[in-house]
């Protein structure tokens, strides 16, 4: 507020002198940034006039940029490391880390960043067509090595015609659920049958979709089961789960199924949705609306605890049949839905980057 004097303390001494010393070190990398070159020189200068401290008092910001930087790569290291050779291809289970979508003249490309899940070595692969892998999801890749480039001091191997069987199956029952030697063919290289498409919709997803409207072949879903396939899995897009197909199909044996792996999905299905169902029998619709009930039961029941107080526990003197009547527990608070609490810095270099210093 006006008229109030900030205090500078020996801690905020010892900072700005850490920031400059950074600033003057010959480690210091301005990344070919003409916003930290000008940090760079002012701090090698010695002294800053006036009209240029508030400039220069924003390298605290780009000093904890870095730090944010240097702790990311401790927690989650990056291996320094070339994988293969220019043309030669190349087989990784890798994990989706980042997405960037590019506009070109051509329209948008992806960026893809992966991770190489046995040596921790970054990848790089610009995909044209549909982008058919979401971050977070590991699939087993195989890929031309194109070249390789150093970034932030890292290796990164840039792949090109970039194949998944993860994605390839997914394709297939896409565009025919038919269960013949090609599915069979497909289904056993696929390495991680749960990787998502960019709807978050698993081929288990899509095969139970279109069993609902006798578009695939039942044992299309058993094979996918049998591979270990997770029926729990919900898709983001359309926001409706495997056990909701299962239930349109009306397949009593998938319906128990799901109802004992994942009985928490009965919730959206009442009374009027289930009468809806025309394949769906009185003894299945019976059955859903049992399971629901009682999921709904159990969490409306309020959290009890047998737990004696502390003193009464450890008092051999306490006499429990002089013990006032007990009160309901107070209803405890869940912090399952709570969001990760995380710090992001917004990076605002760029807005500085075409001010030069005269």
Known sequence: MAGEFIVVNDGDRQTAKTINDWLCSDDFDDKGNLYRSNLQAMALRGAIPFKQTGFFASAAAAWRRDQVGIRQKQADPSVSLKLGVPGEKISMDATVEKIIPLDNMYGISYLTILKDNETNAKATWFNSGVQRMPEGDTYHITGTVKKHEE????????????????????????????????????????????????????????????????????????????????????????????????????????????????????????????????????????????????????????????????????????????????????????????????????????????????
């Open 151 to 358: 970034r932030d001091g890292v290796w990164q191997t840039m792949l090109s015609r970039v194949t998944s069987p993860e994605c390839n199956l997914k394709k297939l029952l896409t565009e025919k659920g038919t269960f013949n030697k090609a599915f069979e063919k497909k289904l056993a290289a696929v390495k991680h049958i749960n990787s998502r498409d960019r709807a978050g919709e698993t081929a288990l997803y899509e095969a139970s979709r279109g069993l609902a409207y006798e578009q695939t072949d039942r044992r299309v879903v058993m094979a996918l089961l049998e591979a270990g396939a997770d029926p729990s899995i919900q898709s983001l897009d359309r926001q409706d789960t495997i056990l909701d197909h299962w239930i349109l199909s009306g397949d009593s044996e998938l319906i128990h199924l799901g109802l004992e792996q994942c009985p928490a999905l009965t919730k959206p299905w009442d009374v009027e949705s289930l009468a809806d169902c025309d394949k769906l029998s009185e003894d299945n619709r019976n059955a859903v609306s049992v399971i629901r009930q009682q999921v709904l039961e159990a969490e409306a029941r309020p959290a009890v605890t047998n737990a004696a107080p502390l003193e009464q526990a450890t008092d051999p003197s306490h006499n429990t049949d002089a013990m006032e009547p007990p009160t309901a527990p107070a209803k405890s608070l869940s912090t399952k839905d709570q969001p990760e609490l995380f710090e992001a810095m917004e990076d605002d270099e760029s807005d500085l980057s075409t001010i030069r210093i005269g």
